[in-house]
């Protein structure tokens, strides 16, 4: 591998959820280890599940992988460390004031900004030299989805400049539990931004969508300096893959979508990795995957025939479950899951039908990679408006308004530390999350579909979500008669969630950990839908086949979860723009 010659001492893996990021990271921890290195897998995905590829408890510290000599992992966990940051603020503080102020502190501290910085705190630390990375060779980032990781590189800078400033980051409690910090948060910009030091690996798959996400990514994580990169194209077709319609469709679209490849990510060095016939669960298969085991081992199964696998299970198609939608005449849909595993898709096809049936609708995401307009593909139609809650122009929303109100009876001195303390980055979720607020509103009169952030991002919004929902009710004394979005998004004749996933052992399981958050928080899942079916499709050839045969068990674990569920085919064609999404919805 191209990314693996001459390997500086940390490498970063990102690129769109759902692409192998996690599969490719693994094996090129994996490939160091063997060649004699000492290697630290770190993943710093709010919802990793490196712990399952190789079957071992990993979590918060460094945890020796028992079948790959000289290869640690580690998992950040934003809960663990934000209460660690929590116990840090809150120990001297505990002598020095009543408990009635110090509640106060506490509940500061109990949203999404605190769980972010202090997850980012970890972070910085492992790009120490005396950290907890020392004595490792290699440091392998598995990073979390594009939109996550973009934040998360971006905080190191965001958080200097605002130190330096002397901001306040109230919402963090006091500015001291950060100060001591700041020669942290600088090494951690230079080190990002020293290739000597660190190498990005751009992971995709051999998609329009996914590749755009890369240009996307490469520009944004540019701005922060970090300029060179390798490509990762995982997952393409094999030859021996077969010929069958659906096979060479989709080796149509991937060599169409890697000969379109933007000029910039073009001239980057390049990988391109087979799919491979099982899933990537195991040293064996991890170690296979750079190896090419997996396409001899196919190739032997097309030899020999293959075996035709049972055909799955059958569920109602997607249309059923748009049919209970419509029976309220209004309310609030979230589909949720893992990124990448058609969300998106889901989302608009869901939101497309409604509005073909004469409904009011409104279809947004929260995400910010913003796949929504790439997958209407510039389509409208009567009765649906499609809008983006778009970051940044939420936090210069947010600013605005604070210092309008807030900031109105205030002095010259005064304006100018509430200008201070806006800048802080922990005011990007708050600033968001009062978009997803005015979504929620929206609902009580139309249909709002909403395509949610992948899994951690999403967690994260709604702990923004239930934190305000906390503090409505610390303020009212346990008055009744008020309703806070966590309330509405709690209401089952308001809101639908739809947990998406594919029928692969990682989405699956990350679905059912988001299933028991959401239950945790009093929100109750009301369908599954399993998309990008292989077996769904009826595959012919002996290599597809082994991949449906491999979805069977991850299907029927669905089935068993879910109260209604539906199983949605790989499709010849992609599902973008309006006549191809509705024909999802067809019964």
């Given at each position: 591998m191209r990314f693996l010659e001459d390997a500086p001492r940390f490498l970063f893996f990102t690129g769109k959820g759902g692409v192998g990021k996690t599969s490719v990271a693994c094996a090129a921890a994996v490939a160091l280890a063997d060649a004699g290195r000492h290697v630290l897998l770190v993943s710093t995905d709010p919802a990793s599940n490196i712990g399952e590829v190789f079957g071992a408890t990993i979590g918060n510290v460094v945890t020796a992988i028992a079948s790959v000599p000289r290869l640690s992992a580690l998992e950040i966990d934003p809960e663990q460390a934000a209460e660690a940051y929590r116990q840090r603020i809150l120990s001297p503080l505990r002598h020095a004031m009543p408990d009635s102020e110090l509640e106060g502190v506490r509940?500061?501290?109990?949203?999404?900004?605190?769980?972010?910085?202090?997850?980012?705190?970890?972070?910085?630390?492992?790009?120490?030299?005396?950290?907890?990375?020392?004595?490792?060779?290699?440091?392998?980032?598995?990073?979390?989805?594009?939109?996550?990781?973009?934040?998360?590189?971006?905080?190191?800078?965001?958080?200097?400049?605002?130190?330096?400033?002397?901001?306040?980051?109230?919402?963090?409690?006091?500015?001291?539990?950060?100060?001591?910090?700041?020669?942290?948060?600088?090494?951690?910009?230079?080190?990002?931004?020293?290739?000597?030091?660190?190498?990005?690996?751009?992971?995709?798959?051999?998609?329009?969508?996914?590749?755009?996400?890369?240009?996307?990514?490469?520009?944004?994580?540019?701005?922060?300096?970090?300029t060179g990169g390798y490509v990762v194209v995982n997952g393409v077709l094999p030859a021996d893959a077969g010929d069958e319609p659906l096979a060479s469709m989709v080796r149509r679209r991937e060599a169409e979508a890697i000969a379109a490849l933007p000029p910039r990510i073009a001239a980057l060095p390049r990988d391109v990795i087979d799919l491979q016939a099982e899933n990537i669960v195991g040293v064996d298969a991890v170690r296979a995957l750079f190896a090419?085991?997996?396409?001899?081992?196919?190739?032997?199964?097309?030899?020999?025939?293959?075996?035709?696998?049972?055909?799955?299970?059958?569920?109602?198609?997607?249309?059923?479950?748009?049919?209970?939608?419509?029976?309220?005449?209004?309310?609030?849909?979230?589909?949720?899951?893992?990124?990448?595993?058609?969300?998106?898709?889901?989302?608009?096809?869901?939101?497309?039908?409604l509005a073909d049936r004469g409904h009011s609708v409104l279809l947004t995401t929260t995400?910010?990679?913003?796949?929504?307009?790439?997958?209407?593909?510039?389509?409208?139609?009567?009765?649906?408006?499609?809008?983006?809650?778009?970051?940044?122009?939420?936090?210069?929303?947010?600013?605005?308004?604070?210092?309008?109100?807030?900031?109105?009876?205030?002095?010259?001195?005064g304006?100018?530390?509430?200008?201070?303390?806006?800048?802080?980055?922990?005011?990007?979720?708050?600033?968001?999350?009062?978009?997803?607020?005015?979504?929620?509103?929206?609902?009580?009169?139309?249909?709002?579909?909403?395509?949610?952030?992948?899994?951690?991002?999403?967690?994260?919004?709604?702990?923004?979500?239930?934190?305000?929902?906390?503090?409505?009710?610390?303020?009212?004394?346990?008055?009744t008669g008020f309703i806070t979005p966590l309330m509405r998004l709690q209401d089952p004749g308001l809101t639908k969630v739809v947990l998406v996933t594919s029928p692969e052992t990682t989405p699956v399981l990350e679905a059912e950990r988001l299933a028991a958050d959401l239950e945790r928080a009093g929100i109750h899942p009301?369908?599954?839908?399993?998309?990008?079916?292989?077996?769904?499709?009826?595959?012919?050839?002996?290599?597809?086949?082994?991949?449906?045969?491999?979805?069977?068990?991850?299907?029927?674990?669905?089935?068993?979860?879910?109260?209604r569920m539906a199983l949605v085919p790989l499709l010849a064609e992609a599902p973008v723009g309006v006549p191809r999404l509705a024909a999802l919805t067809v019964g």
């Open positions: 509940e500061s501290l109990s949203g999404s900004c605190t769980t972010e910085i202090a997850s980012f705190d970890q972070f910085t630390d492992l790009l120490l030299d005396g950290g907890e990375a020392a004595g490792f060779d290699h440091v392998v980032f598995d990073t979390a989805p594009t939109g996550h990781t973009i934040r998360l590189l971006q905080l190191p800078g965001s958080w200097s400049e605002f130190l330096t400033a002397g901001g306040d980051a109230s919402c963090l409690g006091p500015l001291s539990g950060l100060e001591r910090h700041t020669a942290t948060y600088a090494n951690a910009v230079d080190v990002l931004t020293d290739p000597d030091r660190t190498r990005l690996v751009l992971v995709t798959r051999a998609q329009r969508s996914s590749l755009a996400e890369l240009e996307r990514t490469f520009g944004e994580l540019g701005e922060i300096g970090m090419g085991e997996g396409r001899r081992s196919a190739g032997r199964a097309s030899r020999m025939g293959g075996t035709a696998p049972q055909p799955p299970p059958q569920y109602p198609p997607l249309s059923s479950l748009v049919d209970e939608i419509e029976r309220d005449g209004h309310g609030l849909v979230l589909c949720m899951g893992k990124g990448g595993v058609g969300k998106t898709t889901i989302a608009a096809a869901i939101a497309v039908r995400d910010p990679a913003a796949h929504l307009t790439r997958t209407m593909d510039g389509g409208t139609m009567p009765n649906l408006a499609v809008e983006r809650i778009d970051p940044d122009a939420a936090v210069r929303a947010y600013r605005e308004r604070v210092m309008a109100t807030k900031g109105k009876a205030l002095d010259d001195d304006r100018a530390a509430l200008a201070e303390d806006l800048m802080s980055p922990c005011n990007d979720e708050v600033a968001v999350f009062h978009e997803f607020s005015r979504a929620i509103s929206e609902a009580r009169r139309r249909f709002v579909v909403v395509d949610t952030a992948p899994t951690g991002h999403t967690l994260l919004l709604l702990d923004a979500t239930g934190s305000y929902h906390r503090e409505i009710a610390r303020q009212m004394g346990g008055a009301w369908a599954w839908v399993v998309d990008g079916s292989i077996a769904a499709a009826g595959p012919q050839s002996p290599f597809l086949r082994r991949r449906a045969a491999n979805e069977l068990a991850q299907i029927a674990r669905v089935g068993g979860i879910a109260k």
